[in-house]
C-alpha cells in the first residue's frame, strides 16, 4: 500500500507554522508579535486560520495565559526540529561561499549600539555587503540568549555558561552627571551619600536604583532616590541636560556634552570601572555565517581603543566638587 502524499507547504503555511513556533514558545501573542514584526490582531488571526486548516486546536487561550494542547505541544517539538535542520542547512551552504551572506541578528543594550555597534557597524556593512544585519536594542539583563537572536552585546558577567564571551575593548568608567542649572541651587555634593539629598533620574536595569561608587578600596552603593525612572540611557542623559536630575552612565556616552559644558561630572573621586563590554553568542548552534568577521573587525577596532583621558576639567572645590 503506497504511503500517502504529503499536501505541498505554501510559503503562508510556513510563515504561520513559524509564528504558532514563536507563540509557543513565548506563551504570549503580544511578545511573539514583537518579535515578528506584526500586529497581535494580525498573529491571532493567522493562529487561527492554521488550526482552522489543520482541524485541530494547538493553543488554549485565557485571559492570563497561552498554553499549548496536547496536539499543539507535540507539532512545536517536531518544527523546532525541523526548523533548526532547515537553518544548520542554510548556515552550511553559506559557509561554502568565499564571502559571508546572509542574515546576523544581534541584541545589544543601548550603550553597546552607541559605543560599538555605531562606531564599527558601517565598516562591516561596507566590507560584507551581502550580510543583512537586524539589530534588537533593549536593555532588560538576560543570561541567555533567545532563539532568533545570533549574538548579543552587553555588560560582562551574568551570563549562561553555554555562552561564548569575546572582549570588546578596555575597562569602563561610570560617572554620575549634572547640568550645571540644576547644580547651581542643590546642596554640594562631596561623598555618594550626598545624593540622598538630591533628584536622580533612575534607570531600570535590572538592578534597580543602586548606584555604585568607589574610591580606593572603599565601594559604596547607593540606592538613590528620583522622580523618574527610565528604561534606556539616551533619554535620561536628556533628562539631565534639561536640568531634571543626575545621570548615572558610561564616561564615553557624554564625552560631547562634558566637554562642552552641558553636563559636569560630580563625585569624580569615586567613579568605579568596571568590566569592558562583551560580545556573547551560543556555543552549542553553528555559528552563522558573517559572525566571524564581525568579532575580528570588533575586536581589532576596540583593542586600538585606550582608556581616554578625562573630557572634564573640575574646580578645586566649590558646590560642584
Known sequence: ??????????????????????????????????????????????????????????????????????????????????????????????????????????????????????????????????????????????????????????????????????????????????????????????VPEDLLDHSCIRMRSGQGGEWAFRQGDDYRLIDVPGQICVSETTLALELAVAGTGIAYCLEDRVREPLMNGTLRVVLSDWSPLTPPLMLYYPGNRPIPSGLHELIALLREGTATEKMREPAWRLPASGAFA
Not at 532568533?148 to 555558561?161: L, P, Y
Open 1 to 190: 500500500m503506497s504511503a500517502k502524499p504529503t499536501s505541498a507547504l505554501s510559503r503562508s503555511d510556513l510563515a504561520d507554522l513559524n509564528a504558532f513556533r514563536r507563540v509557543e514558545r513565548l506563551r504570549s501573542f503580544t511578545k511573539a508579535a514583537v518579535e515578528l514584526g506584526i500586529t497581535t490582531s494580525a498573529l491571532s488571526h493567522a493562529i487561527r486560520n492554521l488550526e482552522t486548516r489543520l482541524g485541530v486546536r494547538l493553543l488554549n487561550r485565557t485571559s492570563r495565559a497561552v498554553t499549548p494542547t496536547d496536539a499543539g505541544a507535540s507539532l512545536a517539538r517536531r518544527l523546532n526540529r525541523g526548523f533548526q535542520e532547515i537553518g544548520d542547512a542554510l548556515d552550511e551552504i553559506a559557509c561554502l561561499r568565499d564571502r559571508p551572506v546572509g542574515r546576523l541578528r544581534l541584541h545589544a543594550l543601548s550603550d553597546g549600539t552607541r559605543l560599538i555597534l555605531a562606531r564599527y557597524l558601517p565598516e562591516f556593512l561596507r566590507k560584507y555587503p551581502e550580510v543583512e544585519v537586524e539589530v534588537s536594542v533593549d536593555d532588560r539583563m538576560t543570561e541567555s540568549l533567545a532563539e532568533d537572536v545570533d549574538a548579543s552585546i552587553r555588560f560582562g558577567g551574568g551570563a549562561s555558561k553555554e555562552l561564548i564571551a569575546v572582549k570588546l575593548g578596555t575597562e569602563l568608567k561610570w560617572v554620575a552627571v549634572a547640568s550645571p542649572r540644576y547644580l547651581y541651587h542643590r546642596p554640594p555634593i562631596q
